[in-house]
Nanobody, 110 residues
């Protein structure tokens, strides 16, 4: 069974940065990405990246986040900068078609 393992979440002050990582235990997925879910809200797209490096971002990102991948390491990264308190959420790694990680908490303090 394929697993996605996230790391890199934590507590950061507003304006700070974090980098999330997600490693796939097996297989190279055509598309991988990040979603997030804040308390009381629906899960929303943060960013996706395909095996060729094409990316797609949620509208709220506005140039603050960058997704990248290392196919040899079956790993994707999410570099988050200029973090805001409203970015506080559980961030989930996702791989096509429907594989999810367990989530990592990101908390941004004001």
């Amino acid at each position: 069974q394929v697993q996605l393992v996230e790391s890199g979440g934590g507590l950061v002050q507003a304006g700070g940065s974090l980098r999330l990582s997600c490693v796939a235990s097996s297989s190279t997925f055509r598309t991988m990405g990040w979603y997030r879910q804040a308390p009381g809200k629906q899960r929303e797209l943060v960013a996706t990246i395909n095996v060729g490096g094409g990316t797609n971002y949620g509208e709220f990102v506005k140039g603050r986040f960058t997704i990248s991948r290392d196919n040899a390491r079956k790993t994707i990264y999410l570099r988050m900068s200029s973090l805001k308190p409203e970015d506080t959420a559980v961030y989930f790694c996702w791989a096509s078609v429907d594989v999810w990680g367990q989530g990592t908490q990101v908390t941004v303090s004001a």
